[in-house]
């Protein structure tokens, strides 16, 4: 049985896909290829799985588990065109202001974007 490993001692990534519908779907992991993977191959989030093939467009590192998912809830929060200017900057430091676009339609919250 393999051991447990300290996830405090991984690097965990805030992640974006686009998704072959143009959508946007944002998650993190300490894997980017595996992940990625395993989104094309439908063992990812339902919201990806009917929305294949997924390209990765966006990462960053997190010092912590609790860093990424903190950055993913703000990523989540951008609008779509928010995403796009994040996406084109690469990074968070490059969008005017760093403040996430809170606005955004109640289909794309629903949508787990």
């Known amino acids: ?3 447990e490993t300290d996830s405090s001692a991984q690097t ?9 519908d143009r959508t946007y779907y ?3 992991t300490t894997d980017l290829t595996r992940r990625l993977d ?17 390209v990765m467009v966006y990462s960053e590192p ?17 609008s779509p065109a928010g995403k796009k200017k994040l ?6 430091a490059g969008i005017a202001g760093s403040a996430p676009d809170v606005e955004q339609s109640t289909a794309e919250h629903r949508s787990g974007e």
Do not use: D, Q
């Open 26 to 28: 944002t998650g993190i």
């Open 12 to 20: 965990w990534f805030v992640y974006i896909l686009r998704c072959h």
């Open 87 to 92: 996406i084109a900057a690469g990074t968070w």
């Open 1 to 3: 049985m393999p051991a």
């Open 38 to 54: 395993e989104h094309n191959a439908g063992l990812g989030a339902k919201y990806t799985r009917p929305r294949r093939p997924v």
């Open 62 to 78: 997190a010092p912590s588990r609790s860093a990424a998912a903190g950055r993913e809830y703000r990523i989540k929060k951008l």
